[in-house]
């Protein structure tokens, strides 16, 4: 069980690390849907860069650091980027198809923290 544990954990992981660095460079390099994305929202265009930063530093992160505080800072910040998004979205009264993709970020940093959590990280294991 361990093995195919750990494998569920890699790959959700390594989904969650691609969409926030690919998002995360969208954000940086200033793509077009992005900005309008996000001043759609009514953040100011400054903001863009940072957020996109911060994506792009977590994604890292959660996938290649092994100190368990600022992994969990880096899943922390993931976790509000995410529920900032929807809760944007929704408060924005956006269509229920433009919070899908952050959903899907929120369920991947909620699996994928469990699992580092309860299975790779867990003392009980590596004993």
Do not use: C
Request: glycine share 12%; proline share 5%.
């Amino acid at each position: 069980m361990e093995k195919t544990t750990r494998i569920i954990y890699w790959t959700i992981t390594g989904v969650l690390a691609l969409f926030m660095s690919m998002s995360g460079l969208g954000s940086i390099s200033g793509v077009e849907e992005v900005v309008q994305s996000v001043t759609g929202l009514g953040y100011p265009t400054y903001f863009i860069p940072f957020l996109g930063a911060m994506k792009l530093l977590g994604g890292i992160t959660i996938l290649l650091v092994k100190i368990p505080q600022i992994k969990i800072g880096a899943y922390a910040g993931a976790f509000f980027w995410s529920i900032g998004g929807i809760f944007s979205h929704f408060a924005n009264s956006d269509p229920f198809a433009e919070s899908m993709p952050l959903i899907l970020a929120f369920l991947l940093i909620g699996s994928s923290f469990y699992l580092w959590n309860r299975y790779i990280f867990s003392p009980k294991l590596t004993a």
